[in-house]
């Protein structure tokens, strides 16, 4: 199995090949340079593989939620990509990738449940809680909304929460109950966990034409509405 993965949805551009097994990422930090980099970064991981494009059998997306430019741009990549190689995709939740990523990081002591929230800007949060299931985060419900309102008020607190989201709005920290070390609230989606969690897609028969591959925003506004004029005396 060979599968290019790219996550553009966030300020983080990062791209994963898995070639049988083995994994090989880039990832940087650059808020408005994706559409300069990411290419790039899969023709670099492609020399280091020393594998040409012709040899992949799939390419893996985040799918969103996240940042509306950034999810056009990681799609639209994929597909044209896909389109070109004569290939299926394979969209991912990002907030489950970003789930995933705690998962990965924790393998000796993997959370049961997780809460992963990223920054949606004009006062709210995408979110979702994801049960791990064998070492993978699953996919669940994705909502956007203030963050007084992430989670229902009479369930206790997840184990672990994950995101920009925390970082972002303290009463999202309050709202969900996890203490300070159960929070890593510097963390971005990552390529990688994409394509882990595309591999195992895959395999489930998730693949589909690129033709087919759709982003989720959660919303249709990109900007906060226009304040009121005030009257003049």
Known sequence: MRLIAIETCTEMCSTALWVDGALDSIEVRAPRQHGELILRQVEELLARAEIARSSLDAVA????????TGVRLGLGVAQGMAFALDCPVVPISTLQALAQQLVSEQPDTPPVEILAALDARMGEVYWSLNPVVEGRAQAAPEQVSV????????RGAPDRGIGSGFAAYPELVERSGLSEERL???ALPRAREVAVLAVDAWERGGAIPPEQ????????????PPKPREEGP
Not at 147 to 154: D, E, K, S, Y
Request: aromatic content about 12%.
């Open 61 to 68: 997306v985040g799918r969103g939620p996240g940042a509306f």
């Open 147 to 154: 963050p007084g309102q992430v989670l229902p008020a009479w």
């Open 184 to 186: 890593y609230s510097d």
């Open 213 to 224: 591959a759709q982003p989720v925003y959660l919303r249709d506004n990109v900007a906060a």
